[in-house]
């Protein structure tokens, strides 16, 4: 077994604090690299508290993970040692149902396996995630990490960044097209790098006034104040495709109306509450409201490999583990532009 040193919740209740655990020998066709950066992603205090219900304890959140390999099986043939490599949201699927098989391992029938709070395909094996100093994954689900990019700001790329890329390709966001992104903040700014880079005209819906100059520096062409009646009448009808970033409770007809016919509105962010829809939010102008997770395998290196491209990576602020409480109070306030990461060296 591989001795890991971490910081974990031993219960809901309970702050992150040192945690020394074993990781499995590198089998065949296992990568076990070195986590150099690890993102924090505000699921991970979510989960830690488990305000979505399900926890499993102790838990090493972290699920933005970047570092360099330090030893692969026998059978490997992707990796080698002092490769840059990543683990995003997944480090296992069923590999054997529809949803595999498309490439799709992000909606495997019977349950992928989450890099944390999650079981391996065994059913009984806890994972473990990425505040920690090393990880062993499957070769199939990890990502090399083009060299060019820098190696921090790469690493909220793995959730913040494939879950925004991701619809924009499945829908097809490209010029011509009127994108609006709604929400500034981890997942929004990487909605504009993204819609801006692919060719669409992108608009950052903010009920915060004081954000536009962020925006405009973003690459948005333009901003909407999402209070003021005046600048929302100008954009009704006016959208092809919302990108609704936002996991704060919402009026989602009101969005729904600055929609083009045909306009799809696609939810990436996760409300705590249910939703009231009006039907003749939709019907009027054949709309829809959708959502997206995160990619699988085979686009997240495609994701990886456009934003070495075009060089772009998220807006980070690096912390030390000893923090990542304050940084938790202050990713609750938005206070952070745009994703914290944690310096593992730290740890």
């Keep these: ?111 992928n396996s989450q890099t944390y709070n999650g079981l391996e395909q065994d059913k009984k094996t806890p994972t473990y995630g990425g505040y920690s100093n090393t990880i062993v994954v499957n070769e199939d689900f990890v990502l090399h990490v083009p060299e060019r990019l820098d190696l921090a ?18 829908w ?34 903010s009920t915060s006034p004081n954000k536009e100059a962020n925006a405009k520096e973003l690459g948005a062409h333009n901003f909407v104040v999402t209070s ?29 109306s600055l929609l083009k016919v045909d306009g799809v509105h696609i939810c990436v962010g996760a409300p705590p509450t249910p939703a009231a829809l009006q039907a003749f939010s939709l019907i009027i102008g054949r709309k829809s409201i959708a959502g997206s997770s995160i ?13 070495a491209d075009k060089g772009i990576v998220s807006d980070i602020e690096m912390i030390d583990i000893k923090d990542i409480h304050q940084a938790y109070d202050r990713m609750v306030k938005g206070d952070v532009r745009y994703r914290f990461v944690i310096d593992m060296a730290t740890l």
């Design 1 to 111: 077994m591989i001795a890991t040193k971490a910081y974990a919740a031993q219960t809901k209740d309970s702050d992150l604090a040192p945690w020394n655990f074993d990781r499995r020998e590198v089998g065949p066709h296992d990568v076990q690299f070195d986590i150099l950066y690890c993102g924090v992603c505000h699921s991970d205090l979510h989960q830690i508290k488990d305000e979505w219900g399900g926890s499993l304890f102790p838990m090493v959140p972290g699920h933005e993970i970047v570092g360099r390999v330090v030893a692969v099986g026998s059978q490997v043939s992707k990796f080698s040692v002092g490769d840059l490599a990543g683990t995003g949201c997944m480090v296992d699927s069923c590999r054997e149902c529809e949803s595999c098989r498309q490439g799709l391992e992000q909606y495997c029938l019977k349950g």
């Design 172 to 205: 097809k966001v490209g010029p011509g097209h009127k994108l609006a992104v709604l929400g500034l903040g981890g997942l929004g700014h990487m909605g504009v790098k993204f819609g801006v880079a692919l060719g669409a005209e992108v608009t950052v819906l």
């Design 153 to 170: 700001a790469a690493a909220p790329l793995l959730c913040a960044g494939i879950t925004t890329y991701s619809p924009l390709r499945h």
């Design 228 to 256: 003021d009646p005046a600048q929302l009448d100008k954009v009704t009808g006016y959208f092809d495709f919302i990108l609704d970033t936002v996991s704060a409770e919402h009026d989602y007809g009101q969005y729904l």
């Design 295 to 307: 990619g699988g395998i085979a686009e997240t290196q495609e994701m990886l490999d456009f934003c």
